[in-house]
């Protein structure tokens, strides 16, 4: 995905620079080099507030692809985070567990498995395994 971002911007100022190399070389030979004599203040005022605005788009544009690309990263890394301290949570404690609960079915046979049961023994015996819950 890091990848297929960086392409995709690779490829844009790629594209960017072409353009800017055909339209360079349309003025220089198309037209001619020509000095003149100078810009009016208002002319390079205009210039200038125009290229200032074209760099602040493009900066912006820039920022918000760094921005999803960023958002995808960390979407990524914490997809991976949560998996991977789920499994280690789940092969550290399941086993333990397991026995646990085997342990408490096969009490629960011993007490009901006796020839006379009180029906409040096994009562006693079921909210044991519920922890006292009724």
Same mark, same amino acid.
């Given at each position: 995905?890091?990848?297929?971002?960086? !392409?995709? &911007?690779?490829?844009?100022?790629?594209?960017?620079?072409?353009?800017?190399?055909?339209? #360079?070389?349309?003025?220089?030979?198309?037209?001619?080099?020509?000095?003149?004599?100078?810009?009016?203040?208002?002319?390079?005022?205009?210039?200038?507030?125009?290229?200032?605005?074209?760099?602040?788009?493009? #900066?912006?544009?820039?920022?918000?692809?760094?921005? &999803?690309?960023?958002?995808?990263?960390?979407?990524?890394?914490?997809?991976?985070?949560?998996?991977?301290?789920?499994?280690?949570?789940?092969?550290?404690?399941?086993?333990?567990?397991? !026995?646990?609960?085997?342990?408490?079915?096969?009490? #629960?046979?011993?007490?009901?498995?006796?020839?006379?049961?009180?029906?409040?023994?096994?009562?006693?015996?079921?909210?044991?395994?519920?922890?006292? !819950?009724?």
């Amino acid at each position: 995905m890091i990848w297929r971002a960086r !392409k995709i &911007i690779s490829a844009g100022m790629f594209v960017i620079n072409i353009g800017l190399t055909a339209c #360079l070389l349309y003025l220089f030979l198309g037209r001619g080099y020509f000095v003149v004599g100078g810009f009016t203040s208002v002319e390079l005022v205009t210039i200038v507030l125009a290229a200032l605005s074209v760099l602040l788009t493009a #900066l912006g544009i820039f920022i918000a692809l760094l921005a &999803i690309w960023g958002y995808q990263s960390l979407r990524y890394v914490s997809e991976e985070t949560a998996r991977t301290t789920a499994e280690n949570v789940v092969n550290s404690e399941l086993p333990a567990l397991v !026995k646990r609960e085997f342990a408490e079915v096969r009490d #629960l046979k011993d007490i009901l498995g006796q020839e006379q049961v009180s029906s409040t023994t096994a009562q006693e015996a079921v909210n044991s395994l519920d922890g006292g !819950k009724q």
